[in-house]
């Protein structure tokens, strides 16, 4: 069944139920060597999944819980080895949605990635969902829709190092201050930096030259969309603006605000053949910097 929570819509089953599990790799084409993140509600639960939690594991606990960050630790033996992909560590994350809370408080703790098909962007409604997985899954608990929009921070602490896997909803700065101390950042460590899949085709310019280029091109003809970033895009696109042929999306860099991965399935919706975003600003920080993520991640097979 598909639920809410503060970033995402996730997909879930009982984490201890292998039959269920399966049925989540199956629903959204998965492949059978990507773990996914266990759900839970209360401390008790974590203890019955991780192996052992250091000190550090709990002092993020302790202060990101329920919250929009992933820890991953050495496993217990009893998580089944379809849950955490074969390895020897599972992910654990306890969200804030109230939904999320209640429905894991009743069901145990739940085994759930994000509820799209596996390569699609991140459901923020669940009409997302549906878009992708109707027919396919049980139900979708809909709550409207979520809050952030961006998935959690992933970091790694099984193996006595701290290592960010993706960037999220906590921003890898404020690790660093509970933690003292720099933390790595390793994307391509996790199977997640994958291209998204849309039929529309996204172009992220480089640079403002390119821009330009890319906006000439790619007006003959074509069905386009731009997307601006407030605060820093301003004077781009003011020739094009009133251009009929353009549909213009703004999005802020510096808010999480539920929108990127709504831009990416209203392009598709609407027809949209490209959709080309504006250069992305140099030296971003915080959340920012994960919406910049993303939104390379979009347009990475272009790149
Ligand atoms: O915000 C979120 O984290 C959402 C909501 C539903 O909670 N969940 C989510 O799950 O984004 P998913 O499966 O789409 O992304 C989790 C990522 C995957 O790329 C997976 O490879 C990685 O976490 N992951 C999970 N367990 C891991 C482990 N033991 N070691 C390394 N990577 C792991
Ligand atoms: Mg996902």
Redesign the pocket.
């Known amino acids: 069944m598909a639920f809410p ?1 503060e ?5 879930g089953a009982s984490a201890f139920c292998p039959p269920a599990v399966e049925k989540i790799f199956i629903a959204k084409g ?1 492949p059978a060597s ?4 266990v ?1 839970v509600s209360n401390f008790k639960q974590v203890e019955d999944i991780a192996r052992e939690i250091t000190p550090s594991a709990r002092l993020l606990m302790d202060n990101f819980w329920p919250g ?1 960050l ?1 820890i ?1 630790l050495p ?1 217990r033996d009893n998580v089944p080895d379809i849950v ?2 074969g ?1 020897d ?3 654990l ?1 306890m ?1 804030s949605h109230p939904v999320a809370l209640a429905l894991i408080e009743q069901a145990g703790p739940l085994a ?5 098909l596996s390569g699609r962007p ?1 459901p923020v409604t669940a009409g997302h969902v549906k878009n992708d997985l109707d027919g396919r899954i049980a139900a979708v608990l809909d709550a409207g829709a979520t809050g952030l929009g ?3 921070t ?1 970091i ?1 602490l ?1 193996n006595g190092r701290f290592r960010v ?2 960037r ?2 906590i921003p890898v700065e404020e690790l660093e201050i509970l933690l003292g101390e720099k933390v790595e950042v390793n994307l391509s ?4 930096f994958v291209h998204y899949q849309t039929s529309t085709r996204v172009v992220l310019a480089g640079n403002k030259e390119e821009f330009q280029k890319c906006l000439e091109e790619l007006q003959s003809g074509l069905k386009l969309g731009v997307v601006i970033y407030d605060n820093y895009s301003n004077g781009l696109c003011s020739l094009y603006e009133f251009s009929n042929q353009l549909k213009i999306y703004e999005l802020d860099l510096e808010t999480t605000n539920n929108k990127l991965y709504s831009i990416l399935r209203d392009a598709e919706a609407e027809g949209l053949d490209v959709l080309l975003f504006c250069p992305l600003p140099l030296d971003l920080t915080g959340t920012a910097s994960s919406w910049a993520d993303r939104i390379r991640q979009a347009a990475s097979k272009f790149a």
Request: cysteine-free.
């Open positions: 929570t970033t995402v819509y996730g997909l998965r990507n773990p996914l993140l759900h929009p992933s991953i496993a955490r992909g390895k560590s599972v992910g994350r969200p759930a990635p994000s509820a799209n991140s961006l998935e959690s992933i790694d099984s896997l993706r999220g909803g460590a996790s199977e997640q």
